[in-house]
């Protein structure tokens, strides 16, 4: 572990970059709403749009941050086909949960005021508590906000039990950091077969499931479910992340009319990104891995 992320700290930042080009949308917010905009008239596929940002201490760089994403509502209003997606972490998390949670509420407020829903993306085990108490804070006074939830986690069933009673839209993914055997699962199979199970408790319990995977055979069984339950349409979608090729299996969702959202990251500053997309690679080294196979095949 510490000589893989040794080489991927030493890993220059043009590499990165080529590295992430098919994953992005590419610089500025212009860049992440002329995706968004692209995918859904050439593709019928939504969107959720994101900042590629470093983890900021700072309080200017919090407020930038929160800047953008004011911008980014702006430049995103009257498109129901997109959405927006963020990170404690970029929002003032390791300066107080008071701090961070006024400062979400102020773009989820803003965000409601042009239907736009916000996504709380989930970070690794650390924040799962604090995560959850903000959005629980904010979904009392908002409805168009989400959260993620992490099917790795053993405690993710309590989590989603717990979630408020109103429908709330929760994507359910394997979650991407690398957590101890303690408090998680540690091999994939079991955690996409959580995954499945937790795709019907959320339905059970009124949630809409946001189901993130690119695990082919399980989206088709979540399909093959949601038909036999007979859950309409409008009451989940599933979710996938830009540049990881999909193609057939995106455009047959698009056919079924069901809803296909792809994570369209942009950059405003590309050194901050490359910084982001390192931690990412060393949280989950196997990354590296998917990307190598997605950019030359198997
Ligand atoms: C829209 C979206 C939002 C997400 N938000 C969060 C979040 O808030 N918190 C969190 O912890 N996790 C998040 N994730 C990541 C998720 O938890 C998984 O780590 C990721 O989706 C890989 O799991 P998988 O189910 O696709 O299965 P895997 O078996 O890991 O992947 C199946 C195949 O998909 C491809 N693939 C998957 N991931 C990548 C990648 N990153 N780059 C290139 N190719 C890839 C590879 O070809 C791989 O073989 C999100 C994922 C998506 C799609």
Same mark, same amino acid.
């Given at each position: 572990?510490?000589?893989?992320?040794?080489?991927?700290?030493?890993?220059?930042?043009?590499?990165?970059?080529?590295?992430?080009? %098919? =994953?992005?949308?590419?610089?500025?917010?212009?860049?992440?709403?002329?995706?968004?905009?692209?995918?859904?008239?050439?593709?019928?596929?939504?969107?959720?749009?994101?900042?590629?940002?470093?983890?900021?201490?700072?309080?200017?760089?919090?407020?930038?941050?929160?800047?953008?994403?004011?911008?980014?509502?702006?430049?995103?209003?009257?498109?129901?086909?997109?959405?927006?997606?963020?990170? %404690?972490?970029?929002?003032?998390?390791?300066?107080?949960?008071?701090?961070?949670?006024?400062?979400?509420?102020?773009?989820?407020?803003?965000?409601?005021?042009?239907?736009?829903?916000?996504?709380?993306?989930?970070?690794?085990?650390?924040?799962?508590?604090?995560?959850?108490?903000?959005?629980?804070?904010?979904?009392?006074?908002?409805?168009?906000?989400?959260?993620?939830?992490?099917?790795?986690?053993?405690?993710?069933?309590?989590?989603?039990?717990?979630?408020?009673?109103?429908?709330?839209?929760?994507?359910?993914?394997?979650?991407?950091?690398?957590?101890?055997?303690?408090?998680?699962?540690?091999?994939?199979?079991?955690?996409?077969?959580?995954?499945?199970?937790?795709?019907?408790?959320?339905?059970?319990?009124?949630? =809409?499931?946001?189901?993130?995977?690119?695990?082919?055979?399980?989206?088709?069984?979540?399909?093959?479910?949601?038909?036999?339950?007979?859950?309409?349409?409008?009451?989940?979608?599933?979710?996938?992340?830009?540049?990881?090729?999909?193609?057939?299996?995106?455009?047959?969702?698009?056919?079924?009319?069901?809803?296909?959202?792809?994570?369209?990251?942009?950059?405003?500053?590309?050194?901050?990104?490359?910084?982001?997309?390192?931690?990412?690679?060393?949280?989950?080294?196997?990354?590296?891995?998917?990307?190598?196979?997605?950019?030359?095949?198997?």
């Amino acid at each position: 572990m510490g000589l893989k992320n040794t080489i991927i700290d030493l890993m220059p930042g043009p590499l990165v970059r080529t590295f992430a080009a %098919p =994953y992005t949308a590419g610089k500025g917010i212009a860049s992440g709403v002329a995706k968004a905009d692209d995918l859904h008239s050439r593709l019928g596929i939504y969107s959720t749009v994101d900042l590629l940002a470093e983890e900021v201490f700072r309080r200017e760089d919090v407020e930038a941050t929160v800047q953008v994403y004011l911008r980014m509502i702006e430049a995103l209003k009257d498109r129901p086909y997109a959405s927006i997606s963020l990170k %404690p972490t970029s929002l003032g998390i390791n300066e107080s949960e008071t701090y961070c949670q006024g400062n979400l509420r102020r773009i989820v407020e803003a965000a409601a005021a042009h239907r736009l829903h916000i996504t709380l993306d989930m970070e690794d085990r650390h924040f799962t508590d604090v995560t959850l108490r903000m959005f629980k804070a904010i979904r009392a006074e908002f409805d168009n906000f989400g959260i993620v939830l992490q099917s790795r986690l053993f405690r993710t069933a309590e989590d989603i039990k717990a979630l408020p009673a109103k429908r709330c839209k929760v994507r359910i993914c394997i979650g991407i950091y690398s957590e101890p055997a303690d408090v998680a699962l540690q091999n994939k199979p079991d955690m996409k077969e959580k995954l499945f199970e937790y795709v019907q408790l959320l339905l059970d319990r009124g949630h =809409y499931p946001e189901i993130a995977t690119h695990d082919e055979p399980l989206v088709r069984r979540c399909i093959e479910y949601l038909d036999r339950r007979g859950v309409p349409k409008d009451a989940y979608e599933f979710q996938m992340l830009l540049g990881v090729p999909r193609t057939q299996l995106q455009q047959d969702i698009v056919k079924r009319g069901q809803i296909i959202r792809l994570y369209v990251p942009f950059a405003e500053d590309w050194k901050y990104a490359i910084h982001y997309m390192k931690r990412r690679l060393a949280a989950n080294p196997a990354m590296a891995l998917m990307v190598m196979k997605n950019l030359f095949g198997k």
